[in-house]
């Protein structure tokens, strides 16, 4: 699975209530939580976010709470990939249930606007704009297998694997 877009370079800890405020998180209406995704972080990232596009961040992306709407509100805006240092576990858990790829890096160099491309399966992140390529932390192909179903509940119908 090859994805390629922008990258949208964010810092520490950026919290599920960052991604999502809270006061949006009562609705069903998807792009609803896309139009308002990392609003009181970066106000315009929902008017120029471009489908494929990615966020590139640092350590400990999702901590907070286990709101699954962080994960879909940046699917839903058509973010292709989260790039960062370490995600906070049960964001990680969410965000492949629901279909969206998470890559782990240890180290970049990697700035806002810069084209990258990204192979989920190999774990490799390449800057297409330094031609420099990162080595980040392979997926379990299982996981894998789930992203490119779509998320788990698609895998698990293909598969009928819960029967």
Do not use: W
Not at 6 to 26: L, M
Not at 95 to 100: E, Q, T
């Amino acid at each position: 699975m090859i994805l390629k877009g922008h990258a949208h370079v964010y810092g520490d800890n950026i919290d599920t209530d960052r991604i999502i405020p809270g006061k949006y998180t009562k609705t069903l209406d998807m792009q609803r939580l896309a139009d308002h995704v990392l609003e009181d972080l970066d106000p315009e990232f929902h008017k120029i976010v471009q489908p494929g596009d990615m966020i590139v961040a640092g350590e400990n992306f999702g901590c907070g709470s286990s709101r699954e709407q962080a994960p879909l509100a940046i699917k839903t805006a058509g973010v292709s990939v989260v790039i960062a240092h370490s995600f906070a576990r049960i964001f990680f858990r969410n965000a492949i249930n629901i279909g969206l790829p998470l890559i782990e890096l240890s180290s970049y160099n990697i700035e806002t606007g810069d084209y990258l491309e990204v192979d989920i399966s190999k774990g490799i992140v390449s800057n297409m704009n330094n031609e420099e390529s990162y080595q980040g932390a392979k997926m379990p192909d299982v996981m894998v297998k789930i992203l490119s179903e779509n998320g788990l509940v698609e895998y698990l119908k293909k598969n009928k694997s819960y029967s």
